[in-house]
């Protein structure tokens, strides 16, 4: 948008346009480099750099041995997710209670993660729910890393987590889907035509929409209670503490999500809480249809998870040279004057 500055009657330009155009622009350009400077403060914080120096190097061994796992024990790296699962669903529990935001225990991530367990482990198998689950791995959970800005930060526990919490069910449920033999007893889709991971290259549309429609409404039937109506002064304290009241606080971690901000704020204050549920089912069925073509085809599949999480690996590297970069520079300033 081109923007001049008014004139008075004598045609004469109005010095305090200039000023209100300028601090404008101040107040936007300090407003985009917040995140940054609230992440330079944090890592100021950091003083035991031996820890850190541990946490980074058994992160990065972590991140080789599951991508070795994966391609050596593919059909049984759902027993390596469960049990880094186990791991470290205390761990992020710990990491949210101490910040005040354990209420982001209830988002769908960690019900999607809750109900693959129980697939896996559960001696039934319901008939459709595993494309569903497969669906919302690949959908939801694995965009959120570039609505929310993932990062692999092999620094900080926080990030690491939440990036596993992210990514492995839809590496899970991709070892699933392709290399799982029959005799593990998964079923993989509710019609098979042959025994086998080639006997689900073709599902109906039940489980295209049904399914994924009774998961999301049972995650949502304790979902809205709780945060809109049983604790909703409580979470009000912190707006952190949920994704919605991030986007409906209109806080700045949510300010990628884009479209979803748009449409969430499109009617109005008076309207942002339905705007929000419809944006969200919008969305929602939109990346689980996407997912459906991961789910027929291999190659889209590879092609769209390594996509993703390239993202999450240029965001790490956004946060390093931003972040860590400007703070390394500005004390070698310090050092030279």
């Known amino acids: 948008m081109r923007m001049s500055a008014t004139k008075d009657n ?53 991140a080789l041995v599951t991508v070795f796992l994966a391609g050596m024990i593919t059909e049984h790296f759902y027993i390596v997710h469960s049990i880094k699962l186990l791991i470290l669903l205390p761990v992020k529990w710990h990491l949210l209670r101490k910040d005040d935001m354990d209420y982001r225990l209830l988002e769908l991530c960690y019900f999607i993660h809750i109900l ?7 001696p039934w198998k319901p008939a459709g729910m595993f494309p569903a689950l497969f669906f919302f791995a690949h959908g939801p959970l694995m965009w959120s890393m570039y609505l929310w800005r993932v990062a692999f930060v092999p620094h900080s526990i926080d990030k690491m987590a939440q990036l596993f919490f992210q990514t492995s069910p839809a590496i899970c449920t991709w070892t699933i889907r392709w290399y799982s033999t ?19 290259n073709s599902i109906g549309w ?12 049972i995650w949502m039937a304790y979902y809205v209670p709780i945060v809109f109506y049983w604790k909703a002064e409580v979470i009000k304290k912190n707006k952190l503490a949920t994704a919605a009241t991030a986007i409906l606080e209109k806080d700045k971690s949510a300010k990628s999500l884009g ?15 339905q705007m929000y549920f419809v944006a969200s089912i919008l969305t929602g069925y939109f990346l689980l249809i996407l997912a459906y ?45």
């Open 10 to 62: 004598n045609g004469e330009t109005d010095p305090d346009n200039h000023v209100h155009i300028r601090n404008q622009f101040e107040y936007h350009r300090m407003e985009s480099i917040h995140e940054d400077i609230v992440a330079i403060e944090k890592f100021q914080k950091m003083k035991d750099s031996t820890a850190d120096t541990i946490i980074y190097t058994v992160f990065i061994f972590e």
């Open 206 to 217: 039940d489980e295209l929409i049904l399914y994924p429609f009774i998961i999301y409404g």
């Open 259 to 273: 479209i979803i901000n748009t449409m969430v704020h499109l009617l109005g204050p008076k309207y942002q809480t």
């Open 116 to 122: 693959i367990m129980f697939y896996i482990w559960s």
């Open 293 to 337: 073509f991961c789910y027929i085809s291999f190659v889209f599949n590879c092609v769209h998870f390594l996509t993703l999480v390239l993202v999450a690996c240029y965001n790490g590297a956004t946060f390093y040279i931003k972040v860590v970069g400007k703070e390394y520079y500005k004390n070698e300033e310090k050092k030279n004057e």
């Open 182 to 200: 029959p005799d593990q007893g998964f079923a993989l889709c509710a019609n098979p035509t042959e025994p086998g991971v080639n006997g689900c």
